[in-house]
C-alpha cells in the first residue's frame, strides 16, 4: 500500500516474485495453516518476495530531485539556536531544519540524540541464506518446531531465501553445521533443504534485538524504521514499518507549519501501530516454547 502511493508498486511488481500462499507447517510437515495471500490480503496489496537490493534501486529510480551523497556517515548533530549542526565523516558541515535518522537498529543518529538506548538482546539467533530451489518450494513456508522456526520464502523459480531460528544456547558458533544439527529432525517440504547444505554456503547470523519503541523526537531530530523501532522479525514488519512511517512523516509536514507540530502528529500517529506490531511479535515469539 505504502509502495503505490509513492508510485513504485508498478516497478517493485516487475521484479519481484508474487507469493499466492502462505502455509504454516509442524516440524514433521504437517499443514497447521494454508491461506490464499489475496484473500487475507488483497486490499492491501499484492503480496510480492524479492531481494532487497531490488526495492532499493526501484526506491532509487524513482528519486528525480533529491541528491543523495554516499561513502560519508553523519558523525554529530548538534543543536544550535534552533537549528540542527550536521558533522559529516568527510569533515564537512551542514545547517537543517530537520534531521531524519533513518540508520537502522544500530543508528548513529540515535545515539547523538538520544543517547543510552541500545538495542535490548532477544532470547533468539539467526540464520538468513539465498539457496537454489531445487526443491520447487512454491509459498511462504514456515515449519515450526519447539523453541525452532525454519522459514523459506521463494525469490523466483531458482532461488529461495531461508530464515531459521534457535534459542541464543543452542547456536554454537552459528556454522553451517550448527543449522543442520538443529533441524536435522524437520521434515519435508523444509527439512531435506537444510540437510543438503554444504559447509561452504555462506549465511548472515545474528543475534535477534529490539529497540522498544518510544518518544525518538526532539527539536528538529526524528528516528524512523528500525533507528526508532527495530523488532523480532517474527512479524516481518521492519520494511513495512519503515515506509510507513517514510509516508506518514511526509504527510504530517506537508500538512504542518511547524517542524515541531509535524514531529507531535507524526509520534501520535505512529505509536499506537508500532507498539501494536511489537506486542505481536512477543507474542509470536512466545510459541516458540510451546510443543511442537
Given at each position: 500500500r505504502?509502495?503505490?502511493?509513492?508510485?513504485?508498486?508498478?516497478d517493485v511488481f516487475d521484479v519481484a516474485f508474487p507469493i499466492e500462499a502462505q502455509r504454516i507447517l509442524t516440524s514433521r510437515g504437517v499443514v497447521i495453516n494454508d491461506v490464499a495471500t489475496q484473500t487475507v490480503w488483497g486490499d492491501c496489496g499484492p503480496c510480492l518476495a524479492l531481494p532487497r537490493h531490488k526495492l532499493i534501486d526501484a526506491l532509487q529510480a524513482s528519486i528525480s530531485t533529491t541528491k543523495v551523497s554516499y561513502g560519508i556517515s553523519v558523525t554529530a548533530a548538534r543543536l544550535r539556536d534552533g537549528i540542527r549542526?550536521?558533522?559529516?565523516?568527510?569533515?564537512?558541515?551542514?545547517?537543517?531544519?530537520l534531521v531524519i535518522g533513518a540508520d537502522g537498529i544500530r543508528s548513529a543518529v540515535r545515539e547523538f540524540g538520544f543517547g543510552g538506548r541500545t538495542p535490548r538482546p532477544l532470547s533468539m539467533s539467526c540464520w538468513r541464506l539465498v539457496v537454489e530451489n531445487h526443491?520447487?518450494?512454491?509459498?511462504w513456508t514456515a515449519m515450526l518446531g519447539k523453541g525452532r522456526t525454519l522459514l523459506a520464502i521463494p525469490l523466483s523459480r531458482s532461488e529461495l531465501y531461508i530464515y531459521a531460528d534457535c534459542p541464543v544456547e543452542q547456536f554454537g558458533d552459528g556454522s553451517i553445521g550448527v543449522l543442520r544439527a538443529r533441524f536435522a529432525d524437520f521434515g519435508d517440504p523444509l527439512g531435506s533443504i537444510i540437510a543438503a547444505l554444504d559447509d561452504?554456503?555462506?549465511?548472515h547470523?545474528?543475534?535477534?534485538?529490539?529497540i522498544p519503541a518510544g518518544r525518538f523526537i526532539d527539536q528538529g531530530?526524528?528516528?524512523v524504521g528500525d533507528a526508532a523501532h527495530a523488532s523480532s522479525p517474527s512479524m516481518a514488519q521492519g520494511a513495512a514499518m519503515a515506509l510507513e512511517d517514510a509516508i506518514v512523516l511526509a504527510a504530517c509536514l506537508a500538512q504542518n507549519g511547524q517542524v515541531a507540530q509535524a514531529l507531535e502528529e507524526f509520534y501520535k500517529?505512529?505509536?499506537?501501530r508500532?507498539?501494536?506490531?511489537q506486542q505481536q511479535c512477543h507474542a509470536r515469539d512466545k510459541l516458540r516454547g510451546a510443543a511442537d
Open positions: 505504502a509502495l503505490a502511493m509513492l508510485g513504485v508498486l508498478g549542526e550536521v558533522h559529516f565523516s568527510d569533515g564537512s558541515i551542514d545547517k537543517y531544519d526443491n520447487q518450494v512454491d509459498a561452504k554456503v555462506t549465511a547470523t545474528a543475534r535477534l534485538e529490539e531530530l526524528v528516528l500517529r505512529r505509536k499506537g508500532v507498539e501494536w506490531v
